[in-house]
Nanobody, 122 residues
Framework: VQLQASGGGLVQAGGSLRLSCAAS????????MGWFRQAPGKEREFVAF????????YLSDSVKGRFTISRDNAKNTVSLQMNGLKPEDTAVYYC????????????????WGQGTQVTVSS
């Protein structure tokens, strides 16, 4: 399985970006797709998760109300719409896939994308 993330960039505070992640290969039917982020000097942090089967979504408290995660099962893609961006959202964003139970735990995911940089200026 390969994951290709795109859509990062530089944006001013209050702006928006949309990240996309395309999965190729045999991901299986019972998997979820998540987004994590890692800022310099910090641990990788859970951002959002969506179940492929149910479509249920989960967002971290820090992004709830500003970010939205969605998926297109036919295309095997997941997107992260980020609105109201803040400087503290600056990080490398990673998409991940796995048959996860604890969606906030990075080690539960089997495959990871290469990461895309998001920089929010104040």
């Amino acid at each position: 399985v390969q994951l290709q993330a795109s859509g990062g960039g530089l944006v001013q505070a209050g702006g928006s970006l949309r990240l996309s992640c395309a999965a190729s290969g045999r991901t299986g039917r019972s998997y979820g797709m998540g987004w994590f982020r890692q800022a310099p000097g910090k641990e990788r942090e859970f951002v959002a998760f969506i179940s492929r089967s149910s479509g249920r979504t989960y967002l971290s408290d820090s992004v709830k109300g500003r970010f939205t995660i969605s998926r297109d099962n036919a295309k095997n893609t997941v997107s992260l719409q980020m609105n109201g961006l803040k400087p503290e959202d600056t990080a490398v964003y990673y998409c991940a896939v796995g048959s996860v139970v604890r969606w906030t735990v990075a080690s539960e995911y089997d495959y990871w994308g290469q990461g895309t940089q998001v920089t929010v200026s104040s």
